[in-house]
C-alpha cells in the first residue's frame, strides 16, 4: 500500500466543513460556542489593555499584535473549520501562501517606507533648498 | 487497508463531483477520480477570500505607511471612539457565531432554526453597518472627511471597503434565505451557503486586524 492510495482515500473537508456530521449538533455547537468564548476573551483582553496604564508603555503595541493573529487563529479554527488534519492539506497550503505574501506585502511596504522616510531631507529643508 | 479497485463506470476523470448517480454531496474521494463538488467549490472559494485579504493587506500597508501624514489635520487619538469600534466588534463577532449556527441548522435541515440564525446575524451586521456610518457622518460633519489628509483617505478607504464587504454580504445573505424559502436544501444551493459562511467568518477576520491597528494602536498613539 503506497502513501499515495493512503491519501486518497482520505476523504477531504472544504474549509468550513462541520467537524461531526450526523453525530448530533451537539459538538457542532460546541465548537462554535467555544470559538466565540475565546474570542470574547481576546478581544476584551485587547480593548482593555489599549486603555490601561499597568503595562509598560512600549509594549502595548506588540501585546495588541499578538493578541489579534492568536484572534485570528480562533476563527480559522473554531470558525473557518482549518484544521492540521491531512484532510485539509490543500486548504492548509493555500492559506499558508497567502500568510506568505501578506507578510511580504506588509513587511516589504513598511520597511521600504520607513527607509525612505528616514533618508529624505525634513521637508522644511527642502523648501528652503528650492528657493 | 485494502486497495480500491479502479471503477471503469467514472470514465470521465473530471467531472468535478457531477457523478453518474447525481452531485456528489459529502461523499469520500474514490480512486482515480476528482473531489466532490462541495470539496472543489469550498477551495476555490477559499481561494478566492485568501485573494481578497491579499488586498486588505495592500490597504493596510498604505494605512500603515500614511498613518502620521495628518497634513495638521486631527489624529487617530484625537478622533476615534473605542466605545462605539467595541459594540461594532461585538456585533460582528455575534453576527459570526450565529452564522456558524445557520450553517449547523443546514447540516440537519432544520429550516426554522435556519431562518432564525440568519435573521439573527442579518441584524447585527445592520447594527453594525449602521454604526460604522454614523462613525464616518460624525467625521465628516467634523470636517475630517476623506480629503482632509492623507491619514484619513487611507482610513476611510481601509474601513470604508470593509464596510462594502459587509453590505455585499448582507445582500448576500438575504438572497440566501429567499433562495433556501423557494428552492429548499438542494445541494447547489448549500454550497452557495457553505461560501456564504465562509466569506462573513472571513470579514470578521479582517475586522479583528482592523479593530487592532486603526483603532486601538490609532487611540494609544
Given at each position: 500500500?503506497?502513501f499515495q492510495d ?17 453525530n ?10 467555544i470559538?466565540?468564548?475565546l ?9 482593555y489593555?489599549a486603555?490601561t496604564?499597568?503595562?509598560?508603555a512600549p509594549?502595548?503595541?506588540?501585546a495588541?499584535?499578538?493578541l489579534?493573529?492568536?484572534?485570528m487563529?480562533v ?7 482549518i484544521?492540521?488534519?491531512?484532510d485539509?492539506t490543500?486548504n492548509?497550503?493555500?492559506l499558508?501562501?497567502g500568510v506568505l505574501?501578506v507578510v511580504l506585502?506588509l513587511?516589504g511596504?513598511l ?17 528652503r533648498?528650492q528657493? | 487497508?485494502?486497495?480500491?479497485p479502479?471503477?471503469?463506470d467514472?470514465a ?10 447525481g452531485?456528489g454531496?459529502?461523499g469520500v ?8 463538488k ?5 477551495y476555490?472559494f477559499?481561494?478566492?477570500?485568501l ?6 493587506s ?7 505607511v500614511?498613518?502620521?501624514?495628518t497634513?495638521?489635520?486631527p489624529?487617530?487619538?484625537q478622533?476615534f471612539d473605542l466605545?462605539?469600534a467595541?459594540?461594532e ?14 450553517s449547523?441548522?443546514v447540516s440537519?435541515r ?5 431562518y432564525v440564525a440568519?435573521a439573527v446575524?442579518?441584524v447585527f451586521?445592520l447594527a453594525?453597518?449602521?454604526l460604522e456610518l ?6 465628516v460633519?467634523?470636517?475630517?472627511g476623506?480629503s482632509?489628509?492623507?491619514?484619513l ?6 474601513v470604508?471597503?470593509h464596510?462594502?464587504?459587509v ?5 448576500w445573505?438575504?438572497t440566501?434565505?429567499?433562495q433556501v424559502f423557494a428552492?429548499?436544501?438542494?445541494a447547489?444551493i ?6 456564504f459562511a465562509?466569506?462573513?467568518?472571513a470579514l470578521?477576520?479582517i475586522?479583528?486586524a482592523?479593530?487592532?491597528?486603526v ?7
Amino acid at each position: 500500500m503506497s502513501f499515495q492510495d493512503n491519501q486518497s482515500l482520505t476523504p477531504d473537508s472544504a474549509p468550513g466543513d462541520e467537524y461531526a456530521e450526523g453525530n448530533g449538533i451537539g459538538p457542532a455547537v460546541l465548537v462554535y460556542v467555544i470559538g466565540l468564548a475565546l474570542a470574547t476573551i481576546l478581544t476584551a483582553t485587547s480593548f482593555y489593555i489599549a486603555g490601561t496604564d499597568l503595562v509598560w508603555a512600549p509594549s502595548i503595541p506588540v501585546a495588541l499584535v499578538v493578541l489579534a493573529i492568536a484572534q485570528m487563529g480562533v476563527h480559522l479554527v473554531f470558525f473557518l473549520h482549518i484544521t492540521t488534519g491531512p484532510d485539509n492539506t490543500n486548504n492548509v497550503m493555500a492559506l499558508a501562501f497567502g500568510v506568505l505574501i501578506v507578510v511580504l506585502l506588509l513587511g516589504g511596504s513598511l520597511w521600504i517606507m520607513a527607509n525612505l522616510n528616514h533618508n529624505m531631507m525634513p521637508m522644511d529643508q527642502l523648501m528652503r533648498m528650492q528657493r | 487497508m485494502t486497495a480500491v479497485p479502479f471503477s471503469p463506470d467514472r470514465a470521465d476523470p473530471n467531472l468535478f463531483g457531477h457523478r453518474p448517480g447525481g452531485h456528489g454531496h459529502a461523499g469520500v474521494r474514490t480512486e482515480g477520480g476528482s473531489a466532490p463538488k462541495r470539496i472543489v467549490v469550498g477551495y476555490g472559494f477559499w481561494i478566492f477570500l485568501l485573494s481578497d485579504i491579499v488586498m486588505f493587506s495592500a490597504f493596510f500597508a498604505t494605512y500603515a505607511v500614511l498613518v502620521g501624514e495628518t497634513a495638521g489635520g486631527p489624529t487617530g487619538a484625537q478622533l476615534f471612539d473605542l466605545r462605539s469600534a467595541g459594540i461594532e466588534t461585538a456585533c460582528l463577532l455575534a453576527s459570526s457565531f450565529t452564522c456558524g449556527l445557520a450553517s449547523i441548522a443546514v447540516s440537519v435541515r432544520n429550516k426554522l432554526w435556519f431562518y432564525v440564525a440568519m435573521a439573527v446575524t442579518c441584524v447585527f451586521g445592520l447594527a453594525f453597518l449602521g454604526l460604522e456610518l454614523k462613525e464616518f457622518a460624525s467625521l465628516v460633519m467634523r470636517g475630517a472627511g476623506p480629503s482632509r489628509s492623507a491619514f484619513l483617505s487611507a482610513f476611510f478607504t481601509l474601513v470604508g471597503c470593509h464596510g462594502l464587504h459587509v453590505s455585499a454580504g448582507i445582500l448576500w445573505l438575504l438572497t440566501m434565505m429567499a433562495q433556501v424559502f423557494a428552492k429548499g436544501f438542494r445541494a447547489d444551493i448549500e454550497r452557495r451557503i457553505l461560501c456564504f459562511a465562509l466569506f462573513w467568518h472571513a470579514l470578521d477576520i479582517i475586522w479583528v486586524a482592523l479593530f487592532t491597528v486603526v483603532y486601538l494602536m490609532g487611540a494609544s498613539r
